[in-house]
């Protein structure tokens, strides 16, 4: 078991765990790291999540910000490769690494799209990953590769959620699945007909993690209006809230038993040099 000892150094104001208070938990698609790293001090400073999982950090490992997030009190863990993909978990207790890649996984660990850290305070894993988009290229549109390394990589992502439940230890996997579950999680459905977001053996694998006795803490949440977490860059997405949800937070029993809120912080995709994508946050009891 790795300690994390090159990207969780200890932060000089680490927060003491104490029982019966309650914690927050977030995952963002922050897209570039060290491009969003004003943007995601200010929501740790703000919002002041106890643990967040980051996607599409894209950095090496040992270009990530551990520094700059350890004056903010935060330990980190980072599995990270140049330009692309990317993933990290940063906790305000000390965390140890226990995988850096997807057990199972097509690409064998090659793409940066898994970590899993375990806290000791919280006696919790907490797993960021980011799924592939399956989209084919531009260059060869009938293609079918991404799409079936998509497919099985979810596949591998559900067998290690089963894994995990059966060894009955609590945990969250937080991430960007890229999947669209239901038509009304994005703005325009037909837009997005029979593409690698709303295929139904993709809609099936998705559908798998509620199988496993996960809870999806969104929908916990009984939105009466449609909840959007990510809103393209083109076409003044943003402000015609064109958006899609694509980042979820998935509880085991443990965690769904100490549920409170959760919501989406929508109001980070109008910030300055924003992400694509807004942070998805949930609100756990501890009592």
């Not at 990270?80 to 199972?104: C, F, M, T, W």
Request: proline letters at 6%.
């Amino acid at each position: 078991m790795d300690d994390g000892s090159l990207n969780s150094a200890k932060p000089p104001s680490a927060l003491i765990f104490t029982e019966g208070g309650d914690i927050s938990v977030c995952t963002w698609n922050v897209n570039s790291v060290k491009a969003r790293l004003p943007a995601l001090s200010a929501y740790l400073q703000d919002k002041k999540p106890d643990v967040a999982m980051l996607q599409e950090i894209k950095t090496e490992t040992d270009s990530f910000p551990s520094f700059e997030l350890n004056g903010l009190g935060y330990y980190s863990l980072a599995q990270g490769q140049k330009s692309y993909n990317g993933v990290a978990v940063l906790s305000k207790h000390k965390i140890v690494l226990e995988r850096d890649a997807l057990p199972g996984a097509p690409d064998n660990g090659e793409q940066a799209r898994y970590i899993e850290a375990y806290c000791p305070d919280l006696k919790s894993t907490f797993i960021s990953v980011y799924v592939p988009n399956g989209e084919p290229p531009a260059s060869a549109p009938e293609s079918t590769e991404r799409l079936e390394y998509k497919i099985a990589w979810l596949d591998a992502l559900v067998s290690r959620a089963h894994a995990l439940m059966d060894k009955g230890d609590p945990f969250i996997i937080g991430g960007d699945f890229n999947v669209i579950e239901y038509d009304s999680d994005v703005y325009n459905p037909k837009a997005f007909e029979n593409t690698a977001f709303t295929v139904q053996p993709v809609r099936q694998l998705f559908k798998a993690f509620y199988y496993t006795g996960l809870t999806n803490a969104l929908r916990r949440e009984k939105n009466k209006v449609p909840v959007y977490s990510y809103w393209d860059y083109r076409a003044g997405a943003w402000e015609k809230n064109n958006g899609i949800l694509l980042d979820h937070l998935f509880l085991s029993p443990a965690w769904a038993d100490k549920f409170k809120t959760a919501k989406v912080d929508a109001e980070v995709r109008s910030g300055e040099k924003a992400s694509d994508h807004a942070p998805v946050r949930c609100d756990l009891s501890l009592q």
